[in-house]
């Protein structure tokens, strides 16, 4: 009787672990590309112009400006 018991649970055991690893692939959206525009005289794919960097913003206080905008004028 206890040999069958644990044959049971082990076998449950077993299934429940190759569920687990099956889904353990880690699956992630596709990430969506963007069309490549061609040159109109070569017919190449057309380099994207290197954009520049804009400096940094200055970081304000969120408690004081949350307290500036609830300020009645």
Known sequence: ???LVSEL???VVESVLKEILKKAG???ATKRQKRQTRSATTG???KAPAT???PAK???SRRRTAA???KSS
Request: a positive charge; glycine letters at 10%.
């Open 9 to 11: 649970v082990s076998g």
């Open 58 to 60: 200055k970081q304000v």
């Open 26 to 28: 880690g699956t992630t």
């Open 1 to 3: 009787m206890a040999n």
């Open 52 to 54: 520049k960097a804009k």
């Open 68 to 70: 500036s905008h609830s």
């Open 44 to 46: 190449r794919f057309k």
